[in-house]
Nanobody, 121 residues
Framework: VQLQASGGGLVQAGDSLRLSCAASGPTFSSYVMGWFRQAPGKEREFVGSINWSGSSTRYIDSVKGRFTISRDNAKNTVYLQMNNLKPEDTADYYC???????????????WGQGTQVTVSS
């Protein structure tokens, strides 16, 4: 599985942005997908995940109520809708794939390249 993230950019606080992660390969729908981010000078952190069917999602507390992960298995794509963005959301965002939720969080099987999100105050 190859992952290609896109959709980053420079926005103002309070704005919205949608990131996409397009996957290649016929087995995309069998993977749990996750989003991570890495702010300058900080370690990469897990942001959220979505199960294979899209029926279950998880988020870290700092983005709950503002970020939404969804997926379209027919398009082999997972999305990260980010609303009410804050300067502290500034980071490189990465998508990842794993066979289980634990695998996605601890050691994903596949990583996409990062897409930069900058939120100005």
């Amino acid at each position: 599985v190859q992952l290609q993230a896109s959709g980053g950019g420079l926005v103002q606080a309070g704005d919205s942005l949608r990131l996409s992660c397009a996957a290649s390969g016929p087995t995309f729908s069998s993977y749990v997908m996750g989003w991570f981010r890495q702010a300058p000078g900080k370690e990469r952190e897990f942001v959220g995940s979505i199960n294979w069917s899209g029926s279950s999602t998880r988020y870290i507390d700092s983005v709950k109520g503002r970020f939404t992960i969804s997926r379209d298995n027919a398009k082999n794509t997972v999305y990260l809708q980010m609303n009410n963005l804050k300067p502290e959301d500034t980071a490189d965002y990465y998508c990842a794939a794993g066979r289980t939720l634990v695998a996605v969080i601890k050691s994903p099987d596949y990583w996409g390249q990062g897409t930069q999100v900058t939120v100005s105050s």
